[in-house]
């Protein structure tokens, strides 16, 4: 079945019936702030937000999420709540409200020093703190608090999201056993090497265990949940059905590819809108016969942006022709900035790309831009459809919605794809060009190839990876973790 909002509306109508519908995460879909204009809102840079946000929008229900925008608490009623999207409200959001210490211990701390680094393998070590865990404890209990609140004592359906929730389905199914809970994990889960280093190890494996389904983006990690269970809890794990029995409670482990809105993209890719910006991005660039790169990520250590740039280095070094005549954009914002391995990463980029800028650089030529800035959805697709080629060179990436946000984006069938195979995606999208982001040598010269493809081999290839977001678009992705859900029921 070819899966679009309006199957997935109708097919949740007919599983929800009386049923309350709880999406929870860490992320807001909406984050308001003051400006100039009043109240104003923007929505984060967030693989989670971009998936679960046309979900919420085709089926309604409740969504949980931390309250982080500084003007969040003026827009929302006497219960937390404030119905979106703003402009056509489809679903209710419900703030959370965290004090400085709870954001920093759960947040910064437990979630993104622990473990962040911890289920990516990019050797940056974790850090994992008392007073850390007991802050993303106590912030759990809250949010198993919100939950029960919004469930309003009816049968309910419970999506939990990502690695900032660990204990959350074990504490509502404490209270609520009748409740269908499922979680998905957006990040990759590591091998059981690494994650033996986590001394809180055991209690978030009893607590993915309220999970009565717990899904991740490739068969890989389940496997790698499966083992790291298998060595660390009492637990019963059955690898012909890919689950784990604890306390007498089954929890399925499964694999579901997430995935985008593609008709959405598309669809704002072709507007005249679009076509106009990004014939306005593409003058800026085609003055003298340039070709353009872009990169379009949060600043952050797993994204792989300084080997991105070394090997545009040296692209220039081995492949002089292209001196001058290729323009690397990388944009997008700052992200976990309190955090010092983040602020060191932030000062790093920017000082190689001054290295390399100052060795390059011609009388009005530099190879890299730079623009730390939060893009709309609409600038973000016409980067995207400027664009000779985009680089995706994540060191480990549990999927990476950024490459298929391009493909959707090329409505032309044209342009390249360079896709690490260490991000989830390389795996649905074998088309790409594929890079290992720290062999410099290779991605340079996948860089050359992907200037120099044919026409024909461009339309080939993407025309290829269109098919295939499109049909495995995210309204399949939540399609089957539902029907995985009403079997719980
Ligand atoms: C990843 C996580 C998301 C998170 C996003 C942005 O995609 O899986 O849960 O929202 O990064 O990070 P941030 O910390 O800004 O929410």
Redesign the pocket.
């Known amino acids: 079945m070819n899966w679009n909002k309006e199957i997935l509306k109708n097919f949740v109508k007919k599983i929800i019936l009386d049923h309350q519908f709880i999406v929870v ?3 807001e879909p909406y984050l308001h702030a003051y400006s100039n204009q009043g109240v104003t809102y923007i929505t ?6 971009t998936a679960i946000m046309p979900i919420m929008t085709a089926c309604g229900g409740v969504w949980i999420a931390h309250g982080s925008g500084e003007a969040d608490r003026e827009v929302v009623d006497e219960l937390d709540h404030i119905a979106v999207p703003p402009e056509d409200p489809k679903y209710t959001l419900r703030r959370v409200w965290l004090s400085k210490e709870e954001e920093d211990g759960f947040y910064y701390g437990y979630a ?1 020093e622990g473990l962040w680094p911890l289920s990516h393998i990019v050797y940056s070590r974790p850090t994992f703190r008392a007073k850390d865990w007991e802050m993303y404890r106590r912030v759990n209990e809250k949010f198993c608090e919100a939950v029960i609140q919004e469930l309003h004592g009816k049968p309910g359906f419970v999506f939990i ?2 690695y ?1 929730f660990s204990l959350l389905s074990r504490l509502i199914k404490n209270k609520r056993p009748d409740v269908v809970v499922a979680q998905f994990w ?2 990759p889960w590591p091998n059981r090497e690494a994650f033996r280093v986590c001394p809180h190890g055991d209690d978030i494996l009893d607590g993915l265990l309220g999970n009565d389904i717990l899904g991740f983006h490739l068969r890989y990690h389940c496997l790698n949940f499966l083992e790291t269970i298998n060595h660390n809890i009492e637990a019963i794990v059955n690898y012909e059905r890919f689950s784990v029995t604890r306390y007498g409670r089954e929890s399925l482990i499964r694999a579901f590819p997430i995935s985008i809105d593609f008709a959405a993209i598309s669809e704002i890719a072709s507007s005249e809108e679009t076509e106009k910006r990004s014939a306005e991005i593409r003058g800026d660039f085609r003055v003298r016969d340039k070709w353009l790169g872009v990169g379009i990520d ?1 600043i952050d250590y797993t994204k792989g942006i300084i080997e991105r740039f070394a090997a545009i280095d040296c692209f220039l070094e081995k492949y002089p022709a292209f001196r001058g005549k290729f323009v690397f954009m990388q944009l997008g914002p700052i ?2 900035i309190r955090i010092p391995k983040y602020r060191e990463y932030n000062d790093a980029v920017y000082r190689v790309m001054v290295e390399i800028n100052d060795k390059w650089k011609l009388k009005d030529w530099q190879p890299i831009i730079m623009k730390k800035i939060h893009l709309s959805l609409g600038e973000v697709v016409a980067y995207f459809r400027a664009a000779d080629l985009c680089i995706v060179s994540s060191i480990h990436d ?1 999927m990476n919605l950024v490459a298929k946000e391009f493909i959707a984006a090329r409505v032309d069938h044209d342009g390249v794809l360079l896709l690490s195979q260490f991000a989830g995606a390389a795996r649905e999208l074998p088309e790409a060009l594929m890079i290992n982001p720290l062999a410099v040598d290779q991605f340079a010269d996948q860089i050359r190839n992907a200037l120099e493809m044919s026409p024909e081999e461009k339309t080939r290839r993407m025309s290829k990876m269109r098919n295939s977001v499109e049909r495995n678009n995210v309204f399949r992705w939540a399609g089957h973790i539902l029907k995985e859900m009403k079997k719980e029921r």
């Not at 984060?44 to 937000?49: C, E, L, N, T, Y």
Request: glycine share 10%; with cysteine; proline share 5%.
């Open positions: 995460s860490c992320r984060p840079a967030s693989g989670m937000a993104n999201q990502d900032h957006h990040i949060r992200s976990r549990g």
